[in-house]
């Protein structure tokens, strides 16, 4: 018995030297079998003689088949295992309500919800007597504040940044395709304006982040006369900073040089014989006064063009310091996009994905506050990203203070993306995340860009019909009060009671919640290093 786990690395040795035998000695057809039993042989033989793996040193051969499974380990739980409801990272029901949307087949559901209705966290909108009519779901709302000289009519639903690098050309072209086919804008991501973006004329936000791709000197810093050029298309209608993402928040991006093709380099003007490394922090500004002014100066030197934030909220006194930085200086961001920390992205380190960035709800509803507790709330618009893929989550998110939303892995799923959680390698089966040019054929532009298009279309007409069930015309009339949650007592409770909210200018005035005024002490504007905790403690006085 104690040599069974070699039976099979033996059986194949017996069977090999037998065919061999009886093919020399008898008939050439037995040598046949020896094009299955001799690489078998010299597998097993490999394995005992290797130091690299215990498991087939013990189990030579059959040990492979423990590798095999775990590879497949991902599909089997996806396609035989997976509960429709588990929504890590998101559900076959998400996933299954794209697809149907974006082929524009039927998205009912017999038999009623599937959903435990008394669970802990169950969210609901509420309904209302008088319905309404909502005759064009086409809802837009208006970006660009004061400073603002092209303010940009944008669709409540657009794709978030898709990075030439991190996606395909293919990809990008199919949801560039749809979004102009649809009237939705397109976010580049921080990887630079590639001419696949440019193809067909959808309306672009141009994404900027530490590493300034697409418009850096050999050196990595901004360069302000390549920023105008770029900056100055017809198709480019907002700037978007990006301070964090919420899947690796205070991290910076990378693109792994086994992705980095000649015509990424040269898009991104980076060396591709290295990693591409976005820094965690950006080098032209250190402090939110500066910060402010390099907003200023990219509304400038963009002709007058909305110019805003992307961030995953951390340290809450951080993003206070920020809004006390655009009081002192006049200066404000035209929006605000808020990255939860379920946020997606090609690759994050484990732990930072896990357990770094204040989640979308928490984050969402903290920013909105603050500008509200500061007055500076009608002058800013903000937006929501993170995991938002139904109806639902699109009016959860606007009643708790978005304007818009943005969304690119349920886009990713319209363009035939499968949740294969392999974009970081370059195999992706689907041909969406990859710069393999034999997989990217697997992604049709003529056949996943009217997907793409479709899956904004019907959303926005499932949003109409919640919005005409609660009574309402358009999104930014949603309230926390139409909102309801159970809570851990299990009982009902309101959004505006679930949620904190404050008062107009009551971080002026001081009566914002103790803890909020709290953390308003601790901003300071030309630092983002709070304030000691006795300086607090004597404001607080």
């Known amino acids: 018995m104690g040599l069974s786990r070699f039976f099979i690395l033996q059986l194949c040795l017996v069977l090999t030297l037998a065919s061999a035998a009886a093919g020399y000695y008898l008939r050439p057809e037995f040598l046949w079998p020896l ?7 010299l597998i097993g033989i490999g394995d005992l003689i290797q130091s690299s793996h215990a498991i087939l040193r013990n189990y030579p051969i059959i040990g492979h088949f423990r590798f095999i499974l775990e590879a497949l380990r991902p599909e089997i739980r996806q396609y035989m295992i997976e509960d429709d409801r588990d929504p890590l990272p998101f559900s076959r029901e998400q996933r299954a309500l794209v697809y149907r949307r974006a082929k524009n087949v039927s998205d009912k559901q017999p038999f009623g919800t599937i959903r435990d209705v008394n669970a802990i966290g169950y969210g609901w909108i509420s309904h209302s007597m008088r319905p309404s009519k909502i005759i064009n779901p086409d ?7 004061r400073d603002c000289l092209k303010p940009y009519a944008a669709s409540v639903l657009n794709i978030s940044g898709t990075s030439f690098g991190a996606v395909s050309a293919n990809a990008i072209m199919a949801f560039n395709k749809g979004a102009k086919k649809g009237g939705f804008a397109h976010n580049t991501g921080e990887g630079a304006i590639s001419k696949y973006h440019t193809k067909y004329g959808g309306d672009l936000i141009w994404q900027i982040a530490s590493g300034y791709f697409g418009c850096r000197t050999k050196a990595g810093r ?20 990006k301070l964090s993402q919420g899947a690796k928040p205070g991290h910076g991006g990378v693109l792994p040089k086994n992705k ?23 080098p032209e500004f250190a402090t939110p006064r500066e910060m402010m002014r390099f907003i200023a100066y990219l509304r400038d030197l963009s002709g007058g063009k909305p110019v805003g934030l992307k961030l995953a909220v951390g340290h809450r006194s951080e993003f206070l310091a920020l809004v006390k930085a655009m009081l002192a200086t006049g200066v404000m961001p035209d929006f605000i996009t808020i990255d939860g920390g379920e946020g997606g992205t090609g690759a994050a380190p484990v732990e930072l994905a896990n357990h770094v960035g204040l989640p979308l709800v ?3 509803s903290f920013v909105h506050n603050a500008l509200v507790g500061a007055g500076l709330r009608d002058q800013v618009r903000i937006g929501a990203s993170g995991k938002i893929v139904s109806a639902f989550d699109f009016c959860r998110a606007h009643a708790l203070g978005a304007d818009f939303v943005m969304s690119a892995r349920a886009f990713m799923f319209a363009a035939g993306c499968i949740q294969a959680r392999s974009c970081h390698t370059n195999h992706c089966p689907t041909g969406v995340a990859t710069q393999s040019k034999l997989r990217q054929r697997a992604l049709v532009v003529s056949d996943k860009a009217p997907r793409v298009e479709n899956y904004h279309r019907n959303t926005l007409k499932a949003l109409a019909q919640m919005l005409e069930a609660a009574g309402l015309n358009h999104p930014r009339e949603l309230k926390p009060w139409h909102l309801h949650v159970r809570a851990t007592t299990g ?5 505006d009671v679930a949620y904190h909210h404050v008062e107009p200018g009551s971080l002026l005035n001081g009566t914002a919640r103790e803890w909020l005024m709290k953390q308003w002490h601790r901003a300071q504007i030309d630092s983002f290093d709070p304030v000691d905790e006795a300086t607090v403690e004597t404001l607080m006085a």
Do not use: N, W, Y
Not at 222 to 241: G, N, S
């Open 139 to 145: 809802f837009r709302i208006h970006i660009g504040g």
């Open 362 to 364: 928490e984050g969402l």
């Open 491 to 495: 009982e009902v409770v309101r959004g």
């Open 222 to 241: 901004f360069d302000p006369d390549i920023f105008a050029k770029t900056a100055a298309l017809d198709q480019v209608k907002m700037i978007e900073l």
């Open 35 to 41: 094009i299955v039993l001799a690489p078998l042989s």
């Open 260 to 282: 980095i093709t000649a015509e990424i380099a040269r898009t991104r003007l980076i060396d591709r014989t290295k990693d591409c490394v976005s820094p965690a922090a950006h």
